[in-house]
């Protein structure tokens, strides 16, 4: 059974940085994509950044410069890190497994997700 | 960028069939992932490749896919079928390859 767990979400203020994990079991987070997907409150589906089999990397150009995907093959687990937060950052942070060839991914296997708000 | 199209809100009977529409540029070209998301709960895939459905998904989702539209059809639907339904594209030409519909409200009255 696929299982992803995300932890460190909380509460943080403008200017500040958390990191985000997604503890995974069932699923290699080395050999497979992996996607953070965030929803902001109300809001719908927004995805922000994805590391390849190979760690190639992307980010929504909304995070760009200022969050960092990366995994630990040793522990499975992949992270977030956020730095120089904003308010509009605020969402449910959502880890998924992706899935598919070069030219048709989608997200199998999600995390429960982790709230991040960012407020004074 | 690409860009998916969906109807905010998509209303139906119980029992009746509910459609929820996906526009793309030449979406029939592309294969189109359908997630479900009821309120407090994460995302679950709920047809893969334009109209395959993961385990566990019942008979009554289906899909189809041609020329600017991919449509999600719920059949005979159930109270437990409102929730948000999600499109997504994957643009191997674009550097933010993940694509995202707006979303669509089934609320079953």
């Known amino acids: 059974e696929v299982q992803l767990v995300e932890s460190g979400g909380g509460l943080i203020q403008p200017g500040g940085s958390l990191r985000l994990s997604c503890a995974a079991s069932?699923?290699?987070?080395?050999?497979?994509?992996m996607i953070w997907v965030r929803q902001a409150p109300g809001k719908g589906l927004e995805g922000v950044s994805v590391?390849?089999?190979?760690?190639?990397?992307y980010y929504a150009d909304s995070v760009k410069g200022r969050f960092t995907i990366s995994r630990d093959n040793s522990k499975n687990t992949l992270y977030l890190q956020m730095n120089s937060l904003r308010v509009e950052d605020t969402a449910i942070y959502y880890c998924?497994?992706?899935?598919?060839?070069?030219?048709?991914?989608?997200?199998?296997?999600w995390g429960q997700g982790t709230l991040v708000t960012v407020s004074s | 960028s690409y860009v998916l199209t969906q109807p905010p809100s998509v209303s139906v009977a119980p029992g009746r069939t509910a459609k929820i529409t996906c526009g793309g540029s030449d979406i029939g070209s592309k294969s189109v992932h359908w997630y479900q998301q009821k309120p407090g709960q994460a995302p679950v895939l709920v047809l893969f490749?334009?109209?395959d459905r993961p385990s566990g998904i019942p008979e009554r989702f289906s899909g189809s896919n041609s020329g600017n539209a991919a449509t999600l059809t719920i059949s005979r639907v159930e109270a437990g079928d409102e929730a948000d339904y999600y499109c997504q594209v994957w643009d191997s030409s674009s550097d933010r390859p993940w694509v995202f519909g707006g979303g669509t409200k089934v609320t079953v009255l």
């Open positions: 069932g699923v290699t987070v080395s050999t497979n994509y």
């Open positions: 490749y334009d109209s």
């Open positions: 590391i390849s089999n190979v760690g190639r990397t």
């Open positions: 998924a497994r992706v899935f598919g060839g070069s030219n048709d991914h989608g997200f199998d296997y």
